[in-house]
């Protein structure tokens, strides 16, 4: 039985308590999730001995199966409301991490890592779409921009990708086995507090019956555009899974240095996410906002490339890595919060979990597409700067698509 009040939100600045629960579930989902995934390519790799090409197949069918199927999920959390959603993604989750831990062939892994995706796809859209949703309604009541709870979204699950791989880095001292069944713990524990704690039904929001296919989703211009540029942005972002864990291993001998990366990220957007975000709301417009975050994150790929002919390793070739994962987290600060603030207002009455969906789907194809590239450029022998301007123009030819976006968020008060 819930024990939560499922109050809808009020004026001023203070959060319903559904919102901080819903905050709080991104924390402890990210502490689960990157407590394994950080390590999982070395794992592959060197425990496995599978090819560069295979590990980023493996990486995108992950990404692909959790981000390609959150349109699954978003419209069965329209359908069926958040609770039964979220505790099946849960159980789905606790499933997955176990058998990774104990796959020793290319089929098992490919079926275990399939297996935590769709359970994020699962969960992650229901979370997401009331969290939009439960952020307009406070908009509506003066309780401050929409985008500063997407923000405040996002410190919490950074805070969660920053403890996740220093828990995960200090249970690799036993065995990768051990990092997965903590992992899993972690999503039991979430599991038994959500059967608690999370409302069996949510105030004004009522389930839709599934109805008009895809149509209407894929015929919206603004939408689509809206999906170019985040698509890139994530692509990018899935680098820091492949391309920065590879790169990593060349300088310092050892993935010692990616805990301490991934860090650096998640202290960033803990410390500078709600800063950045208010400053951005002032002098940005939105379209600005994507396409600074975009070319920041293009720049942040580029200024490894201009250091790699060098052939530097040790300190002087972790320069240029940690100058990625800063400017790339702070493209993520710009182009996040604004995306998914921009979907209430785009999506059809009733189905802003599908739209939440649809957007990380598409996304989640390109993620595919782009990392089994990406895998194979790192694999090839190419020239050591030729991957890395591959992976800069990837953003920054996505920016005249955000650029014609037409409207701003905030416009219409659609609740989904």
Known sequence: MSTLPAAAPTGGTRLSPLLRLLILTQLAFNIGFFAVLPFLAEHL??????????????????????????VVG???????GVR??????????????????????TWSVIGSVLLIGFAAALFSPAVESE??????????????????????????????????????????TAEFRTVCLAGAGVFVAVLAGHAALLPRHIPGRESVRVRGGLGPLLRNGRFLALCCGYGAQLLAYNQLYLALPAEAERAAGSQAPVAWLFALSSLLVVTAHLPV??????????????????????????????????????TAALAPLAALVVL????????????????????????????TGALSSVSGLLVLLGSTASGAL?????PPAVPWAVLAAVPALAVPAVL?????????????
Do not use: I, N
């Open 45 to 70: 790799g060197t425990a496995l001995g599978m090819a560069g090409w295979l590990v980023g197949v493996v990486l995108g069918l992950r990404t692909f199966s959790q981000q390609g199927l959150f």
């Open 74 to 80: 978003g419209a069965l959390a329209d359908r069926y």
């Open 84 to 105: 039964p959603v979220v505790l099946t993604g849960c159980a789905l989750r606790v499933a997955g991490f176990v058998w990774l831990g104990y796959a020793g062939h």
């Open 131 to 172: 969290v939009a949703r439960q952020a307009v309604l406070r908009e509506e009541a003066g309780g401050g921009p929409r985008a500063r709870v997407l923000a405040l979204f996002g410190v919490a699950g950074q805070a969660g990708a920053f403890l996740g791989p220093l828990l995960g880095a200090l249970l690799l």
């Open 277 to 314: 975000t208010r400053w951005a709301g002032h002098r940005l417009t939105p379209r600005r906002s994507l396409a600074a975050g975009l070319l920041l994150t293009g720049a942040g790929f580029a200024a490894v490339a201009a250091a790699r002919p060098a052939g530097w390793t040790g």
């Open 328 to 355: 790339l987290t702070l493209g993520q600060m710009l182009v996040a919060p604004v995306a998914r603030a921009w979907l209430p207002d785009l999506a059809e009455p009733g189905r802003l979990g599908l739209y």
């Open 378 to 382: 790192l694999d090839r022998g190419l």
């Open 404 to 416: 014609v976006l037409p409207g701003e968020p905030g416009l219409r008060k659609g609740r989904g």
